[in-house]
């Protein structure tokens, strides 16, 4: 932990022994005056120094988490001395291009974060009257993200993904290449409960954008104590918050993993003998997991935003576990990863039609992205849903007996996924770019299928061969027109074909 | 750890202050403090946070704290208030937004630290012409004087509950402060704003019957699961299946005087999207923006968890105070599991013993206690108006048998679920007919017979009817194949269909399609059951399915939103086509 500027005129209240020491909790008897959530400095006999926050007080007892946890601590030796406030930081630019731990201590050899400006991580809620609604996209370079889930500044998109899957790479690319065209642009990368080699692959693959001093990285390991994991997030978005809306910058920060870190909370709570909710998990876990996701957004009249992409790998890929359900509540939609995409060796293995960016809505269109972004969007995803139908179906009676429309939703498939989605771990793409070869896929399908776009942008940009397989003649309404195209059930079409 | 030990020489010798000897989180336990009783406010700290007793038991009080106590101490003081939470309800109240505890949040610091948030000392002048004159003897609920507002909806100055008499003297024409008295009636003072308990109903002269329907403008609701004024509906729903769009459909379309929306513990961004959108909508009524006669409560999910708790009750205070009024308000609660999750986390840090899933045993009897607060009424005065409750649901996993789901569900009369599968399938507002129902459908169907409307309860049940039978032959479909079945059952799906696409989906974003009147409703509903008579007609006459299957049938789906939002007579028009079209058919 690094000293803040106002210590100084608070002396610290030290007192020697403590009754108890078990998992994370430290309990302090015959203590006087001390705050509830007050930052602790406990003593080791070997000198050692460790930090705590004071989870309860209770007449001459206070109940403290210590962050490195109590192995080694002897209650009879140890010395614990208070804060008179809850913990406080300094912030600032400081903290860019370099690497931290979950308490803000380095961890690159260089010196600790000083400054005069110190924030509380609790951090402070954000009255609601002074927030501007999330309008402007931020570009990723990943075209699946930037056309079909686009992130809007000042928004909560978590990526829900599962054991095995690439979502660090994801995440780490995510992190080095989002950008908003001719603005400041910094990241926070908060790793929690990294294995050793995902660190060592995360603090590689942000190293460039480390460097160029755009981007700080908070770093907790597995084997760090659990209490650090549950600091972790909220020392970097306090080092967000300050950068966002104090100093003008927009902000991206990314969370990964945010299971480990309910798993924190989870130990935390057990240690505490609290009563468990669901799977075990305290019941309050939605106000906490809300207390950091809700520190994002932008705020009238000032410059900067804080947008937040929280990674969490669904234990079981199940998104009913009590993870992605409470996330998935209080965020702006989701990126959903697929085992299956992934299995067929596909990156990023992004499931379309289970994510969604709740605010994309506003965010993409004339003068904010293109024009015909809104619709090539819906167009694909509605598209995607029917050659999805249309592949089922193939599996039961065979691709050669599908219509020749339907033949060109498979095509349609095949292309969506080897032009828009495959992509380079370390490839940035334009939004031209992005927005070309969605057309080049949509172009697969009949110009007669595409219901969901405008006829000047289909003129200006469809660059299919209309004659080539539509089988009808040109005066026939297309099949279907009047079912929308996502309708699945119960839906009686695919039988019709099938007799 | 729990070591009672006698109070210190400090609190025995000194009246006043009590003192703090336990702090976890928003629990605070104090003693010292006498002459409180269960529910007092209390002020703890150097930053006087309020909060609000929950138990007294051997002069050690349990409290739950408002504010973030973060830095608060054993040994600090604690100040009872005298009374129970209250808020200030006045005519400050339409088109503002305020947190739990009705403290107005415009003008107030970005950054809501504890403490932070003061009733503000500005005072507003109102002009206000008085109703009674000097000596009238009056009773609680009489109208005293009227404050006009620009919303359309006049804050009528009434005899306050308890108050009665003669009146001494009454303020004449002209301007006013807030807390300035206009009238004394019996010696007791009144003024504009009044103070009330908030876990305390208003009193009623008399609960009415339930009978005309709260219009939506959403025909799933207003056609299928029609809630009367003044009655309760709960909306469950998983996340991603549109239960904010359908509440903020219902803010802006229902058929009140006043609503009252309570964020409670949901998305900031979200609520900063509709304060956005709600000041852009014109009120049809007024031509204003509609935000004027709406009431806003904001306790996103980041602010205090125990002023949540309380947002709920001081939402419903709002909407009785305008129902006493003589108003038709509806109270609109997201979410009440987030409410819910509040009274967990306190019972869990006060060591109540847990019922289901860590939630109180009180859970049911507190939800119960909410519902029931609505309702039509006789108030005091001897109007009429209404309190309509509608609260969402947000149940873990999609989980309907979890408990705040299964309560709410027994103490309300309409249940409007939200379907995953719907949604996934983007036909919105995904309210599923399988597992929704509303209870005053009868009453209802009575009153649109009244409004000339007499075929809107056969119309009704025969749609009920005609999903239900299309439900029923689906699975049997992907058994046997659509072309095994007979032609008759195969125009039921495809009437079926119809009605999914032309009747029930209804577009949140399009101006046309946004929200509908009864007679629009009614037309589309009958056009898709007259297309169905009509097909089943030319099965019977000995047209084959597949034929009838490939009438073009795209005019009746896109009919709602090509004419306008009370255009009956287009849909009418499109329905005379279309059954002239058949008329002479192959």
């Known amino acids: 932990m690094t000293p803040t500027a106002d210590h100084a005129p608070n002396v610290p209240l030290e007192y020697r022994g403590a009754r108890e020491a078990a998992g994370p909790l430290l309990v302090v008897g015959g203590v006087e005056g001390i705050g509830f959530d007050a930052l602790a400095t406990v003593r080791l006999a070997s000198g050692e120094v460790r930090r705590g926050l ?66 509380a991580v609790a951090g402070s809620p954000l009255n609601p009257t002074g927030r501007a609604v999330p309008i402007d996209p931020i570009l990723t370079g990943i075209s699946v993200i930037d056309a079909l889930t686009t992130l809007v500044r000042g928004q909560k998109l978590p990526v829900f993904s599962s054991a095995g899957l690439p979502h660090f790479e994801l995440a780490a690319q995510i992190a080095v290449q989002a950008n908003i065209a001719g603005e400041q642009f910094k990241v926070v990368v908060v790793a929690m409960g990294l294995t050793h080699a995902d660190a060592a692959t995360m603090r590689d ?140 060796g596909l990156y990023p293995p992004v499931d379309v039609l289970a994510s969604l960016s709740r605010l994309m809505r506003k965010g993409v269109g004339e003068g904010l992205t293109r024009s015909d972004h809104p619709g090539i969007a819906s167009q694909l995803v509605a598209a995607l849903s029917h050659a999805r139908q249309v592949r089922d179906l193939a599996e039961l009676i065979g691709a050669g007996a599908l219509t020749e429309t339907d033949q060109r939703y498979l095509s349609f498939a095949d292309a969506f996924n080897s032009v828009l989605v495959s992509q380079g771990t370390g490839e940035s793409r334009s939004l031209e770019d992005t927005l070309d070869r969605a057309w080049q896929v949509v172009s697969e399908l009949p110009r007669s299928e595409l219901t969901m776009l405008s006829a000047a942008d289909v003129t200006a940009h469809y660059r299919g061969d209309e004659t080539k397989a539509d089988d009808r003649p040109a005066d026939e309404p297309p099949e279907r027109a009047d079912v929308p195209a996502t309708w699945v059930a119960p839906d009686t079409g695919g039988q019709e074909r099938r007799g | 750890m729990s070591n009672p030990t006698a109070p210190t020489a400090m609190a025995d010798d000194r009246p006043g202050p009590g003192r703090v000897v336990r702090v976890n989180g928003p629990l605070v336990e104090i003693e010292g403090l006498d002459q409180v009783a269960v529910l007092d406010v209390v002020e703890v700290g150097h930053n006087s946070l309020a909060a609000e007793v929950v138990s007294v038991r051997q002069g050690l009080l349990t409290a739950q704290v408002y504010e973030y106590t973060g830095g608060l101490r054993v040994g600090d003081p604690a100040l009872g208030q005298g009374h129970p939470l209250s808020a200030r309800f006045g005519p400050d109240l339409l088109g503002g937004i305020f947190d739990g505890l009705l403290r107005p949040l415009t003008g107030q610091p970005l950054w809501l630290s504890a403490g932070a948030l003061r009733q503000t000392g ?322 209802v169907g009575a009153w649109h017979a009244s409004e000339g409307r007499p075929a809107w309860a056969r119309d009704r049940a025969r749609a009920v009817a005609l999903l239900a039978e299309a439900d029923r032959l689906a699975p049997m479909v992907e058994l046997v194949g659509l072309a095994s079945l007979p032609g008759r059952e195969r125009v039921t799906l495809l009437a079926g269909r119809l009605l999914r696409e032309a009747v029930l989906q209804q577009s949140a974003q399009s101006v046309n399609d946004g929200h509908c009147t009864p007679a629009k409703q009614e037309a589309l509903l009958e056009l898709v059951l007259a297309l169905y008579d009509r097909f089943l007609a030319l099965v019977d006459q000995g047209h084959p399915a597949s034929a009838v299957e490939e009438i073009d049938t795209s005019g009746v789906v896109r009919i709602r939103d090509e004419v306008g939002p009370d255009d009956a007579a287009g849909v009418e028009r499109r329905r005379d086509e279309m059954l002239a079209a058949l008329e002479n058919w192959k």
Not at chain 1, 67 to 81: C, F, N
Not at chain 1, 319 to 327: F, K, S
Not at chain 2, 209 to 225: C, H, I, K, M, Y
Not at chain 2, 346 to 363: I, M
Request: net charge negative; charged share 20%.
């Open chain 1, 54 to 119: 004071v989870l309860e007080v209770h007449r001459d007892l206070a109940v403290i988490q210590v962050l490195e946890g109590t192995a080694g601590i002897d209650p009879d030796t140890v010395s614990v001395a208070f804060d008179a406030h809850p913990l406080q930081i300094p912030v600032g630019e400081g903290w860019l291009g370099r690497v931290w731990n979950g308490m803000g201590e380095p961890l690159d050899g260089g010196p600790p974060m000083l400054g005069a400006t110190t924030r």
């Open chain 1, 205 to 344: 693959a942000l190293e460039p954008r480390a460097a160029a001093g755009e981007l700080a990285l908070f770093l907790d390991t597995a084997d760090d104590p659990v209490v650090q994991r549950i600091l972790a997030p909220r020392v970097a978005l306090t080092v967000a918050e300050y950068l966002g809306f104090d100093l003008g910058h927009h902000v991206l920060v990314v969370l990964a993993d945010m299971t480990s870190y309910c798993e924190a909370v989870r130990e935390v709570s057990a240690a505490r003998g609290e009563v468990p909710g669901r799977r075990a998990y305290p019941g309050y876990l939605y106000s906490d997991l809300a207390s950091l996701y809700e520190r994002c957004g932008r705020i009238r009249g000032r410059a900067g935003s804080v947008t937040q992409v929280p990674v969490l790998t669904m234990p079981a890929n199940d998104i009913t576990h009590p993870l992605p359900d409470l996330t998935g509540y209080i965020t702006e939609g989701q990126i959903v990863l697929s085992p299956e995409m992934h299995g067929s």
């Open chain 2, 122 to 443: 500005t005072r507003r002048q109102w002009p206000f012409a008085p109703a009674v004159s000097t000596g009238t003897v009056v009773a609680p609920g009489n109208l005293l004087g009227m404050v006009p507002t620009p919303s359309g909806v006049d804050h009528r100055v009434l005899v306050p509950p308890g108050t009665a008499g003669p009146v001494d003297w009454v303020a004449g024409d002209g301007e006013v402060d807030d807390d300035e008295p206009i009238a004394s009636i019996g010696g007791s003072p009144v003024a504009i704003s009044e103070q009330w308990p908030v876990r305390a109903p208003r009193p009623v002269r008399a609960r009415l019957e339930l009978s005309a329907p709260l219009l939506t403008g959403q025909r799933v609701v207003d056609l299928l699961f029609p809630i009367a004024k003044g009655a309760t509906a709960a909306v469950p729903g998983g996340f991603g299946t549109g239960k904010t769009v359908l509440l903020q459909q219902l803010v802006k379309w229902c058929e009140a005087d006043v609503v009252v929306f309570v964020g409670c513990g949901e998305r900031g961004n979200e609520l900063a999207d509709a304060l956005a959108d709600l000041s852009k909508l014109d009120d049809p009524r007024t031509g204003r923006s509609l935000l004027e006669r709406t009431v806003v409560i904001a306790n996103t999910s980041n602010m205090p968890v125990m002023a949540r708790e309380a947002s709920i009750h001081t939402g419903m205070t709002v909407a009785e105070f305008y129902r006493d009024m003589g108003y038709d308000t509806v109270l609109l609660a997201d979410s009440t599991s987030r409410w819910a999750e509040a009274l967990r986390e306190f019972s869990s840090r006060s060591g109540e013993l847990p019922a289901e899933e860590g939630y109180p045993a009180g859970l049911a009897s507190a939800l119960a206690a909410f519902y029931e607060r609505a309702g039509r009424v006789t108030t005091l005065g001897g109007e009429e108006g209404s309190v309509t409750a509608i609260g969402a649901v947000s149940p873990p996993g999609g989980d309907m048998a979890e408990p705040v789901t299964a309560h709410t569900e027994r103490f309300v009369r309409c249940l409007w679920s939200l379907d995953r599968d719907l949604a996934y399938a983007r036909h919105y507002p995904a309210v599923t007919w399988r597992r929704s129902f509303s209870r005053d459908a009868q009453s």
